[in-house]
């Protein structure tokens, strides 16, 4: 009560200045009609004065701007985030591999070709990947928590209506588009969840959450597999979609860390935007065409930049390189996962065996994703610059690794192919979003993620089915797997030589630029030196004195 009443009674004098502060306002904005009309309104400068004349409402109010950052907590409530992460990853980002244990029942089902089989866990990661603007817009919306529950809602039922589907078609729209958005909207709130409650500890963070891939890559084959001799496909489908519908619990344990802003009269951004659309029908009257044209791109280029960050394509080289390099690895990434078990039974291996090859891989994750955690999470490696070339060894290791699969079709061959494939995959899944976090601010990290979300699924889009066309017309899937060990190496390549060359020349401006200034810091102590060589040395007193020895 004593505190209360010294800030009410330090808070007397801005209040009184505010009131004379609207008066004078009112006084202003009578004083001309044609100021009132103008659009081009100071009202956000007033506004910063009258939040600086009532600091009490900015403290204590949950609507505030200073409620939109917050100090990680690295820790507590934080892990929770992280185990919901691990089995939303687990149920959105694995779940396009396990297709692959009915490509030839629905092939055969639908009498369809490798090239139309293929779009539907094509479609279905493109747009799990693709939907990251409306994410974004949902996520600044409503929040994580509700966007994750939306997602889940989403993906379940679209995979159970697509039990029901009689056409290769009404798959593509409900496994396909329906079923990718709900992944879409649970998988990446998630990942934008978990940054905000872990910056020291982001690394072992990610690379914890990561294992969530591996634990799906590693159940869901095994339970596809018993699903579809249990029940068939269409069964199947069915209970996947009640399976889907634990991301609503899992998004509901994200609790944000605050409340989120909003722009109401008193934060000044609602009126603002309200006296824009009043002004708007002026300007289209002036200046017709031209004027809407303006108007669009007003609101258009604002939208991009917030929800996918075009801006940083040009500011950030970073940035830049590494969307670059990872949409072009997309192109084959996910490509084996979809053809790894089509390719062992048309040679002769046994569904279960090669069920368990995929189960194999996931367990390679699960073990590789959590000891790179601990690894990445040590105080060494804290702030460290050496995750993005990590990453692209990674890659290349990675997009060699296909040549093996390539080689022969035993078991003995397949498993070797999997262990190196399943260990550069766990490292570039543990590094994934860590290298996109060091390369741009959290603050722009769903937009980042967003625009490299679109990119990555054109790739994502274009891969199985340019695969499946390739076995069409080759009819050998070793085809697939060398087309797809070129486009991961060279992407490795890209990324290591592009941030090698960014950061020499980075350095190179650094020492440039410390050299002018160690050359003008010596500047002023040269001419010191000079004018205290001379400043001693009157004549005028060393003829006085002269006089007086004379004397």
């Not at 329906?178 to 409650?197: A, N, R, V």
């Not at 009640?242 to 998004?251: A, E, H, K, S, T």
């Not at 108007?295 to 604002?302: D, F, G, K």
């Amino acid at each position: 009560m004593t505190e209360g009443a010294e800030i009410h009674q330090t808070l007397q004098p801005n209040r009184a200045d505010a009131t004379r502060t609207s008066s004078l306002r009112a006084v202003e904005t009578d004083s001309g009609p044609a100021e009132t009309a103008s659009c081009e309104s100071e009202e956000p400068d007033h506004q910063e004065e009258e939040s600086s004349n009532y600091p009490e409402v900015q403290h204590h109010s949950s609507t505030g701007p200073e409620d939109s950052v917050h100090v990680a907590p690295e820790g507590g409530w934080g892990w929770v985030v992280v185990a919901a992460t691990v089995l939303v990853l687990a149920m959105t980002l694995a779940f396009p591999s396990c297709i692959g244990i009915f490509y030839t029942d629905l092939q055969n089902d639908f009498q369809a070709s490798n090239t139309e089989t293929s779009w539907v866990p094509a479609i279905m990661m493109a747009v799990l990947h693709a939907g990251g603007p409306l994410c974004s817009v949902l996520v600044e919306r409503y929040g994580c928590r509700a966007t994750i529950i939306i997602g889940g809602i989403l993906g379940g039922l679209g995979m159970a209506a697509s039990s029901f589907a009689q056409t290769i078609v009404e798959l593509y729209i409900t496994a396909g588009i329906i079923t990718g958005m709900g992944f879409s909207l649970s998988f990446q709130p998630s990942i934008t969840m978990m940054g905000h409650y872990f910056v020291r500890r982001r690394a072992f963070a990610n690379a914890l959450s990561s294992t969530g891939t591996a634990l799906g890559l590693s159940t869901l084959p095994l339970l596809a597999n018993y699903l579809l001799s249990s029940f068939g496909w269409r069964g199947s489908f069915l209970v996947l979609g009640g399976v889907l519908l634990n991301c609503c619990v899992c998004g509901a344990v994200m609790r944000p860390l605050g409340a989120k802003p909003k722009t109401d009269g008193r934060n000044g951004p609602t009126d603002n935007h309200h006296l824009k659309n009043n002004c708007l029908p002026v300007h289209q009257e002036r200046e017709g065409l031209k004027g809407r044209l303006r108007a669009t791109l007003s609101t258009v280029m604002p939208f991009l930049r917030r929800h996918m960050a075009f801006d940083l394509l040009c500011s950030n080289p970073y940035f830049r390189a590494y969307a670059l390099g990872v949409s072009w690895m997309m192109l084959g990434f996910v490509v084996p996962l979809v053809y790894l078990v089509p390719y062992a039974t048309a040679y002769g291996m046994e569904q279960d065996r090669a069920a368990l090859l995929m189960a194999i891989l996931g367990l390679i994750n699960i073990i590789v994703r959590p000891a790179t955690a601990l690894v990445f999470g040590l105080p060494r490696f804290r702030g460290s610059h050496c995750f993005a070339y990590l990453f692209a060894t990674a890659v290349l290791i990675n997009g060699l690794s296909n040549c093996i699969c390539g080689m022969g079709t035993s078991f003995s061959v397949l498993l070797a192919y999997v262990i190196v494939f399943g260990f550069s995959m766990s490292l570039i899944g543990s590094l994934l979003f860590t290298v996109l976090m060091d390369t741009v601010e959290m603050s722009r990290f769903p937009s980042a993620l967003g625009l490299i979300s679109i990119m990555e699924s054109i790739m994502l889009l274009l891969g199985p089915p340019l695969a499946g066309i390739l076995v069409d017309t080759t009819r050998q899937y070793a085809y697939v797997f060398f087309a797809c060990s070129i486009t991961g190496s060279t992407a490795g390549l890209f990324i290591m030589l592009s941030f090698y060359w960014l950061d020499r020349k980075k350095d190179q401006g650094v020492k440039s630029s410390s050299t002018h200034k160690d050359t003008n810091t010596l500047k002023p102590s040269i001419k010191m030196t000079i004018d205290c060589d001379y400043s001693p040395v009157p004549l005028h007193s060393k003829n006085d004195r002269d006089r007086e020895t004379d004397l």
